[in-house]
């Protein structure tokens, strides 16, 4: 069975950062692409960055390119998600995602002063 756990989130000040992991179990995660999604109160999924199954192709939503890093350490089964200069739109919950096969639980992120 396909597992996916998010960490990571918390309250922190716009303009701050924050470093969320999505630990993967169940599957040969080294062989799957994996994305990163939102969901803001009240609103729906949101895409927002996507790496290839080895790591070296990654694509960004609009809103977060240049602050946001996705990142994959396939030996440890693990995804990651580096945010910086985080806004207050950046709240949401954040889900990693294996296409329609499996998300996770979801980490809360909240940016706030």
């Known amino acids: 069975e396909m597992q996916l756990v998010e960490s990571g989130g918390g309250l922190v000040q716009p303009g701050g950062s924050l470093r969320l992991s999505c630990a993967a179990s169940?599957?040969?995660?080294?062989?799957?692409?994996i994305s990163w999604v939102r969901q803001a109160p009240g609103q729906g999924l949101e895409w927002v960055s996507w790496?290839?199954?080895?790591?070296?192709?990654?694509q960004y939503a609009d809103s977060v390119k240049g602050r946001f890093a996705i990142s994959r350490d396939n030996a440890k089964n693990t995804l990651y998600l580096q945010m910086n200069s985080l806004k207050t739109e950046d709240t949401a919950v954040y889900y990693c995602?294996?296409?329609?096969?499996?998300r996770g639980q979801g980490t809360q992120v909240t940016v706030s002063s």
């Open positions: 169940g599957f040969s995660f080294s062989t799957y692409a």
């Open positions: 790496i290839s199954s080895g790591g070296d192709s990654t």
């Open positions: 995602r294996v296409g329609t096969l499996a």
